[in-house]
Nanobody
């Protein structure tokens, strides 16, 4: 089993910054992709940014130019630096990883979520 623990959410004014961090632990053999998703009230969960083990990165259009994802493969951690935050970034942010626990199969794991609230 893999456990993801997020930290760094909170309340910030529009234009401000927050940094989210996530650490994966447990019976990890290998992690492929790690990323961040978010879910606003009444909306579906959506991708924010994802990074592969090789460092390939994809951002949602809404995140490009404002958010930066980074990863430490040795520590199984992923971070999301969010700058120039807007009220529409308000959501619960979830950490995700696609991991192999030794069975040869990869599956998705999720953190418990951290609230990000951006006031106008």
């Amino acid at each position: 089993q893999v456990r993801l623990v997020e930290s760094g959410g909170g309340l910030v004014q529009a234009g401000g910054s927050l940094r989210l961090s996530c650490a994966a632990s447990g019976s990890i053999f290998r992690i492929s992709a790690m990323g961040w998703y978010r879910q606003a009230p009444g909306k579906q969960r959506e991708l924010v940014a994802v990074i592969s083990s090789g460092g390939n990165i994809n951002y949602a259009d809404s995140a490009k130019g404002r958010f930066t994802i980074s990863r430490d493969n040795a520590k199984n951690t992923v971070s999301l630096q969010m700058n120039s935050l807007k009220p529409e970034d308000t959501a619960v942010y979830y950490c995700n990883c696609n991991a192999n626990t030794g069975s040869g199969l990869y599956r998705d794991y999720w953190g418990q979520g951290t609230q990000v609230t951006v006031s106008s």
